[in-house]
């Protein structure tokens, strides 16, 4: 767990615990649904309330749907709790996501002013099957003026289990992202 808050007095939440799981568990669920679909994703982010938490909203990444490579889950999560609540900031609210936040959906977390970020995969699991930018969501967090907490990875077994699906692996060798190949065939 990292707390970031930079000296800001802020109610204390708890790292990870079973509860963490159980949402994530759920998320994973959610996620894995798309797995049946034309337009597999492993990515998917659950927003609750930080102190109850009640979910307020879930959602999976829809770059290749929505024509837009900052649709990724948790950006999509945001604006849609934002929109739902008529506010720009989101304290007082997790977001959990099935991989680790990439530098784009950490900064938007943080200007959300999200308290947590809780997370399964991890960058470094994406990066064996698509693109990714290699900064931890733990780095972004602490080089910002904004409090947040960052845990994870919280399941990551079962959050890494919608990469490596048979219908996400034919996915990712269509999409844009993929790793392109090593020379040397490996």
């Given at each position: 767990m990292l707390n970031c808050d930079m000296g800001a007095k802020k109610a204390s939440l708890p790292s990870a615990n079973s509860k963490d799981e159980e949402r994530m568990?759920?998320?994973?669920?959610?996620?894995?649904?798309?797995?049946?679909?034309?337009?597999?994703v492993p990515f998917g982010a659950l927003i609750v309330n930080s102190k109850t938490g009640e979910r307020l909203l879930r959602a999976v990444n829809a770059v290749a749907v929505e024509n837009d490579p900052s649709s990724h889950?948790?950006?999509?999560?945001?604006r849609l709790a934002?929109?739902?609540?008529?506010?720009?900031?989101?304290?007082?609210?997790?977001?959990?996501t099935t991989c680790e936040p990439c530098a784009m959906c950490m900064a938007d977390a943080l200007w959300a002013r999200?308290?947590?970020?809780?997370?399964?995969?991890t960058?470094?699991?994406?990066?064996?099957?698509c693109l990714?930018?290699?900064?931890?969501?733990?780095?972004?967090?602490?080089?910002?003026?904004?409090?947040?907490?960052?845990d994870?990875?919280?399941?990551?077994?079962?959050?890494?289990?919608?990469?490596?699906?048979?219908?996400?692996?034919?996915?990712?060798?269509?999409?844009?992202?993929?790793?392109?190949?090593?020379?040397?065939?490996?």
């Open positions: 568990a759920a998320l994973v669920a959610f996620t894995a649904k798309t797995l049946e679909t034309s337009r597999p889950a948790e950006l999509r999560a945001v934002c929109k739902q609540l008529k506010q720009v900031s989101l304290a007082g609210y997790t977001i959990y999200l308290d947590r970020v809780v997370y399964g995969a960058i470094a699991d994406a990066s064996k099957h990714q930018i290699h900064i931890p969501a733990r780095t972004v967090a602490a080089r910002s003026d904004m409090p947040c907490i960052v994870g990875p919280v399941l990551r077994k079962q959050c890494y289990a919608l990469f490596t699906h048979p219908n996400m692996i034919a996915a990712f060798a269509l999409w844009s992202n993929r790793k392109p190949a090593k020379a040397g065939g490996t």
